[in-house]
């Protein structure tokens, strides 16, 4: 099958003989794949804590014959060919990571479980499969273009994509990127074309604090919290661009008996648009500031302040619709067999696609779920034709780069 409307017929490229012989070798070497998957996520990298699983993937892409090294942010990086690049990236940081390898686990049925497993367990292992196998097909290497694989460090959490952001500040013009295929998980029924934006912030009320019966009456930072919580929690959010809140944790105090000194709450604020975010942020202001004028017209004594600190941005972008990389993947879905649909989702694509770079997002093969959580899993089935799907894409991104009619 061809994706002739595009002028783009993977179904030619995939019948070469070394192409073939590639696409064979992900299905030969599946258990070599499954197995560097479980060393992979038993080896804990939290997010700013990803040394230990950077420094031996590290070590696998420098013995599959790879130039390697490791950046200011923590990313391992392996390059072959000459710039321009195109990028096949995969994040190393999990929001769990296993207290001990016992916590990564086989069931009886094949399924992966345990923290990380999915994501980005699936990523990374895609990401190691590639780098073994490019080095010994030969043929493959792009007309003018070099291929750059990285394990970027910063992803989850308050990482705020730091690792994605270090890797284009140290690209300069001699070393750019063309365009960059995320492999973000493992599900491959999805495209992600649109960077859902986020901010985050820090909210945090002090006061004097004291004894809760002998100094009754001043300024409470823990009742200025929660009804700062309350108020901010009444935002509606209807129609569109689809947005979203949520205050994700709270901390404050140190005796039921103790009126605090300080309480905080860190608060996710997300949309498919950054104009939006600005509103939702100045509601979140006037939530802060309407609870710490409350509480002070309630206090009898010391007053409390409150403090608005922002602690994470992503930005909102999109992919345009006629973009070659989006019609690429189309391409090889069609060849494949793959029913995918385009989605919005917040990963290490938001910043190139923020800086006009080509980028999409997808899932290394396989399937998972439970993810951020102790019991995250992943099924193993299948996982080569994701595997194949990245492989073809790549292989159209080297040799046509951002012209389909090539």
Not at 133 to 160: I, Q, V, Y
Not at 170 to 181: G, L, Q, T
Not at 226 to 254: H, Q, W, Y
């Amino acid at each position: 099958m061809a994706a002739s409307a595009a002028g783009i017929n993977v179904g030619e490229l995939a019948d070469r003989r070394e192409v073939r012989d590639c696409l064979q070798w992900f299905t030969r070497e599946k258990q070599w794949v499954n197995e560097t998957h479980l060393q992979i996520c038993r080896i804990p990298a939290p997010t700013f804590l990803e040394q230990e699983r950077a420094a031996w993937l590290a070590g696998q892409f420098r013995a599959a014959g790879w130039e390697v090294s490791i950046d200011a942010a923590g990313n391992v990086i392996a390059v072959d060919g000459a710039p321009p690049f195109v990028a096949v990236t995969a994040h190393l940081d999990t929001v769990l990571a296993p207290r001990s390898k016992d916590d990564i686990g086989v069931e009886p049925g094949g399924r992966f479980v345990g923290p990380g497993v999915a994501d980005n367990g699936a990523g990374l292992a895609a990401l190691a499969a590639m780098a073994r196998l490019w080095k010994t097909c030969p043929g493959l290497h792009g007309d003018g273009r070099g291929l750059l694989l990285a394990a970027n460090t910063a992803e989850e959490g308050e990482g705020n994509l730091a690792g994605m952001r270090r890797l284009l500040k140290d690209m300069p013009a001699s070393r750019r990127i063309e365009a960059f295929v995320v492999v973000d998980g493992a599900n491959i029924d999805h495209i992600t074309t649109r960077a859902l934006g986020s901010r985050r912030f820090e909210v945090a009320f002090t006061g004097p604090g004291g004894h809760s019966w002998s100094d009754y009456g001043v300024g409470n930072p823990v009742h200025a919290l929660c009804r700062a919580v309350a108020l901010f929690s009444e935002t509606r959010l209807d129609g569109t661009p689809k947005s979203a809140f949520n205050v994700g944790l709270i901390e404050g105090g140190s005796s039921i008996n103790a009126i605090a000194h300080a309480a905080r709450a860190k608060v996710d604020i997300r949309s498919e648009n950054d104009a939006k975010i600005d509103e939702l942020v100045r509601a979140l202001s006037s939530a802060v500031e309407r609870a710490r004028d409350s509480e002070n017209q309630r206090a009898t004594a010391g007053k409390v302040s409150g403090k608005l600190k922002e602690i994470g941005s992503r930005p909102a972008a999109a992919l345009p619709d006629d973009a070659a990389i989006l019609q690429y993947v189309r391409a090889v879905d069609t060849h494949l067999g793959i029913r995918s649909h385009l989605d919005c989702s917040s990963t290490d694509a938001n910043i190139p696609l923020s800086l006009g770079i080509p980028a999409i997002a997808i899932g290394g093969g396989g399937a998972g779920g439970g993810a951020h959580t102790m019991q995250e899993w992943f099924r193993p089935d299948g996982r080569d034709l994701g595997l194949k799907r990245l492989f073809l894409l790549v292989l159209l991104l080297l040799r046509r780069g951002g012209d389909p009619r090539a």
